[in-house]
């Protein structure tokens, strides 16, 4: 039985359509998962008698913007690319990418969870990923000190599974 506590420092993210984002991220969270109840009228009260299909939580990330800003432009171009592109580029740019199996709108990702020895110890896998938002970039030079530029994307996906090594 393992006496240590989960480090929330030890984890490495792979996003497989942004592999700039890799290196700099600062933040992930591990999804919430409901059980979805249908209810079930009775004269009396509603009952909830058994889950009828699973809720996944958002999938969020917080990541440093490198000084090219190309990390945010990964999830930018994808974005606009997917929803309402203004010309041909952007929307050529998301159905014909050929960087292995994230070509489509659609890509694949994994959050591993290092132990406290800083080895893999649990892999989570997200299945169709895709995002929703990508946050705003605030510039301020008032700050006195250099608190470099942060952005959160946050992220649908079909189901993920999480696997111990």
Do not use: C
Request: hydrophobic letters at 35%.
């Amino acid at each position: 039985m393992s006496q240590n506590f989960l480090s929330p420092i030890g984890f490495r993210f792979v996003l497989k359509r942004a592999p700039k984002i890799e290196y700099y991220i600062q933040s992930a969270n591990v999804p919430s998962l409901t059980a979805g109840f249908a209810p079930v009228p009775t004269p009396f009260h509603n009952l909830s008698l058994s889950p009828d299909k699973l809720e996944y939580g958002d999938f969020s990330i917080s990541f440093r913007v490198d000084e090219n800003m190309q990390n945010y432009l990964e999830i930018y171009n994808w974005l606009t690319g997917m929803t309402f592109p203004d010309n041909f580029d952007q929307y050529t740019n998301i159905t014909t990418r050929n960087q292995g199996d994230s070509s489509g709108i659609y890509s694949d990702a994994t959050l591993t969870i290092l132990n406290s020895s800083m080895n893999s110890n649990v892999e989570i896998g997200f299945e169709d990923l895709i995002p929703v938002s990508i946050s705003d970039i605030q510039l301020d030079v008032k700050s006195s000190d250099i608190n470099y530029v942060e952005a959160t994307a946050s992220f649908k996906y079909k189901s993920f599974t999480v696997n111990v090594i």
